[in-house]
């Protein structure tokens, strides 16, 4: 079985430039999160999506992020515009649902982001 | 908001030596997960402990969760080279989980 795929791997943009990333979560996960990774921390959750309902975004910076996962798979992740603070890799994660109590969560490989 | 915090922040052994990296919350959980990232590579999950006073043993890993539930222990008999990576404890809160910053374990062989 496929597990999450993610794309592109790597990105290196200018500031103010925006960027969007991609994953496809693991076939059937109805819960798909989108976490950043900043050097030597944990993954820190971004949005989290229920289906194609996005149950908690608090701590999306709504100013200049935004996601959407249409018709409850794939999802996308764009930042615009860019700054150099959001260099940082951007995991993105799917587990059968978020509420039960056994819901190991999948990782993707991630998007290594590079704001010059 | 619920934080977690992990000590050490790095550890260095040899191989053959024993490892134990300490997970603790500001708040109770309601369980706690494990992941274990490779260097370049992304978390991965290892375990899942639920009740309170919990042991959970996987070949040389063994989990604890405190009796308050509010703390977690990693610990690895003698480690080996494979064991590289950084260990991730990982609350939870509502729906989400919370990460701890975690702990890079380096063994030297």
């Known amino acids: 079985e496929a597990g999450v795929v993610q794309s592109p791997r790597y990105k290196i943009i200018e500031k103010k430039q925006p960027v969007a990333f991609w994953c496809n979560p693991i076939?059937?996960?109805?819960?798909l999160y989108w976490y950043r990774q900043n050097l030597g921390q944990g993954p820190e959750l971004l949005i989290r999506?229920?289906?194609?309902?996005?149950?908690?975004d608090s701590q999306l910076p709504k100013d200049r992020f935004s996601a959407e996962r249409l018709k409850g798979v794939d999802s996308t992740l764009k930042i615009q515009p860019a700054e150099l603070g959001d260099s940082a890799v951007y995991l993105c994660?799917?587990?059968?649902?978020?509420?039960?109590?056994?819901?190991?969560?999948?990782f993707g490989p991630g998007t290594r982001l590079t704001v010059l | 908001g619920q934080q977690v915090m992990q000590i050490p922040q790095y550890q260095h052994v040899q191989e053959g030596e024993d490892f134990t990296t300490y997970c603790n919350s500001s708040?109770?959980?309601?369980?706690i997960q494990w992941y274990k990232q490779r260097p370049g590579g992304h978390p991965v999950f290892l375990i899942q402990?639920?009740?309170?006073?919990e042991v959970k043993k996987q070949k040389r890993l063994t989990f604890q969760f405190g009796e308050a539930k509010k703390n977690s222990s990693l610990h690895i008999t003698a480690t080996q080279t494979t064991d590289v990576g950084t260990y991730f404890c990982?609350?939870?809160?509502?729906?989400?989980?919370?990460f701890g910053q975690g702990t890079e374990l380096s063994v030297k062989p």
């Open positions: 076939s059937g996960h109805n819960t």
């Open positions: 708040t109770t959980l309601s369980n």
């Open positions: 402990l639920v009740k309170s006073g």
């Open positions: 999506y229920e289906n194609e309902e996005a149950v908690d």
């Open positions: 994660a799917s587990s059968l649902r978020g509420a039960g109590a056994y819901n190991e969560q999948f």
């Open positions: 990982a609350g939870r809160e509502g729906g989400k989980l919370i």
